[in-house]
């Protein structure tokens, strides 16, 4: 599957964001209890670069990049924050600072390195403010309608969604691992809280009825055969039709008369220099 990552530059200001930082290349820096997760328990995993190499080969200058908006804490999301410009502030959900800072080792549990956030903001969202759109609360981050970051939890503690307005009457929901299915509510379940992560399920579908607001999930393979990516802008995704050509791809990648729909698009682990660890069974 892929992951996600997008580049948010606000119209009037050239106010730049970023909304997660995918799988940083270098997993084998990652803490040790993530390092062993990924090479123990991922199947596959293949980066050729990071997201802020493609970002800075695009043509942005990444100490104008404002902020993070870090959806959630796993390691697939969160990249290597310490590799971000020390003026980018990072905006994060509820329970992220109490949860997760100062950081690995002085919190020998927590998912990130102690310098991702040293000395740099960390903004909590409160979303205390009494907005929702639909059935989420939400946090008007440039105070004029055009980026709403969205209380979306379950998933994950201090799990954040975006709602960005690409023209007047549309939008892109950013979705992060907020799933369309039924999650996992099993012992090896990735969903912190299966109960919540149902009713933030069916407050997307609201979204995804709505013709006017495309649904981006990080993990949907079926925009990589739709969408123009970065440095291409999605403001025109209407125009171009491309809620209608993705619409629910991902269920192409459930099984079939035993057999996946789509193939898999790596095959085993491979660390940060290209060299295959090892493969994976494809059934």
Same mark, same amino acid.
């Given at each position: 599957?892929? *992951? ?83 003026? *980018? ?76 307005? *690409?023209?007047?009457? *549309? ?113």
């Amino acid at each position: 599957m892929p *992951t996600f990552s997008f580049y948010i530059e606000h119209q009037t200001s050239k106010r730049q964001l970023l909304f997660d930082l995918g799988a940083r290349k270098d997993w084998e820096n990652h803490v040790p209890h993530i390092k062993t997760l990924v090479s123990g328990h991922v199947p596959g995993i293949r980066i050729s670069e990071n997201v802020l190499d493609i970002v800075a080969n695009g043509g942005v200058n990444l100490d104008g990049i404002e902020a993070l908006i870090l959806s959630h804490w796993h390691f697939d999301h969160c990249g290597a924050p310490s590799q971000l410009p020390k003026g *980018t502030r990072v905006v994060v959900g509820p329970r992220f600072k109490e949860s997760f800072l100062p950081g690995y080792p002085a919190r020998e549990d927590s998912p990130f390195h102690e310098a991702d956030f040293k000395d740099r903001e960390v903004v909590e969202i409160s979303f205390d403010t009494g907005l929702k759109i639909g059935q989420y609360q939400a946090y008007d981050y440039f105070a004029d309608g055009s980026l709403f970051i969205l209380n979306v939890p379950g998933h994950a503690i201090g799990h954040i969604s975006a709602l960005v307005r *690409t023209t007047p009457d *549309t939008f892109v929901f950013l979705g992060g691992d907020q799933p369309f299915l039924r999650p996992s509510s099993g012992p090896n379940s990735f969903y912190a809280d299966h109960a919540t992560s149902m009713k933030s399920v069916d407050a997307l579908i609201e979204f995804d009825a709505n013709p006017n607001v495309l649904i981006a999930i990080a993990h949907d393979p079926a925009p990589l055969d739709v969408f123009d990516f970065f440095p291409s802008t999605m403001n025109n995704w209407k125009a171009k039709g491309w809620k209608e050509s993705s619409h629910w791809g991902f269920l192409s990648e459930l099984p079939y008369n035993g057999t996946c729909v789509r193939g898999q698009r790596v095959d085993g682990l491979y660390d940060s220099k290209g060299s295959k660890i090892r493969g994976m069974s494809i059934e």
